[in-house]
């Protein structure tokens, strides 16, 4: 069984902060990419970043120059810092990691950590 444990969403006003950590734990056999998502109340569930096994990275483009993902395959971790925040950013921030197993595509999801950018 794989889990993972978000933390580091909060309340933070406009312009300000904040940084997000996920940790993967369990049986992850072939880690492909890591990333996070976020749903707003009333809104589908987004891709915010993406980051590969070999490092390459992607971003939405409301979050591009704002937000840097980063990660440590050898201990399943991922990372996003949000800069710059806006009330739209706020969201529950969802971490998503795509690994294979047997042969086969098997991705797992955290909780979700409460970001509110609010003054």
């Known amino acids: 069984q794989v889990q993972l444990v978000e933390s580091g969403g909060g309340l933070v006003q406009p312009g300000g902060s904040l940084r997000l950590s996920c940790a993967a734990s369990?049986?992850?056999?072939?880690?492909?990419?890591m990333g996070w998502y976020r749903q707003a109340p009333g809104k589908q569930r987004e891709l915010v970043a993406t980051i590969t096994s070999g490092g390459s990275t992607d971003y939405a483009a409301s979050v591009k120059g704002r937000f840097t993902i980063s990660g440590n395959n050898a201990e399943n971790t991922v990372y996003l810092q949000m800069n710059s925040l806006k009330p739209e950013d706020t969201a529950v921030y969802y971490c998503?990691?795509?690994?294979?197993?047997?042969?086969?595509?098997?991705?797992?999801w955290g909780q979700g950590t409460q970001v509110t950018v609010s003054s």
């Open positions: 998503k990691i795509s690994t294979t197993r047997w042969g086969y595509p098997a991705d797992y």
């Open positions: 369990g049986s992850i056999f072939s880690l492909n990419a």
